[in-house]
């Protein structure tokens, strides 16, 4: 694979050069010459800056010529953290944007339970210079959301 193709995926994947340089390596898919070098170095016993001397490299640079050494854990499985991103983001969404008839701008929520379901409350956020939760309500009602 050449060094141009290598440029064309990285900027498909919207990934850094060598992350995609380093995974191709993790696959066996490319091979460098110093890959080889640094790795016979390496399993000789050499130390980081040994290798680093004899290759005249810095650590980084020769760190983009090994292959990555750890594995994804549970793979497969969802986080607690990342499940509670994705509901984060799902509510972020839910917001809508109304004005009253005074034209002063009011959004509102659905309140979500310690469950993760919906409650039946309805979270207004009013903004300076709002005139009341009932004139905002009374807009959403009248129109505004097509009741």
């Known amino acids: 694979m050449e060094k141009q193709e290598i440029k064309v995926t ?6 850094p050069l060598n992350k995609v340089k380093k995974l191709l390596i993790t696959a066996k898919a490319i091979s ?3 890959m080889e070098q640094i790795q ?3 399993n000789s016993g050499k130390t980081m800056a040994k290798v ?3 290759m005249r490299l810095s650590r980084a640079a020769i760190n983009t010529y090994l292959p990555y050494n750890k594995v994804i ?3 497969f499985e969802t986080s607690q953290n990342a499940e509670r991103v994705a509901k984060y983001r799902e509510r972020k969404a839910a917001v809508q944007s109304f004005h009253t008839s005074s034209g002063l701008p009011f959004s509102y929520t659905f309140k979500i339970g310690h469950r993760g379901s919906y409650t039946k409350e309805l979270l207004i956020d009013r903004r300076e210079n709002s005139k009341s939760l009932a004139s905002a309500i009374s807009t959403a009602c009248s129109g505004g959301l097509g009741w």
Do not use: C, H, I
Not at 10 to 15: P, S
């Open 10 to 15: 990285a900027l498909g994947l919207d990934l």
């Open 32 to 34: 460098y010459p110093e």
């Open 40 to 42: 016979q170095l390496l």
């Open 52 to 54: 680093q001397e004899v």
């Open 73 to 75: 854990y549970k793979r």
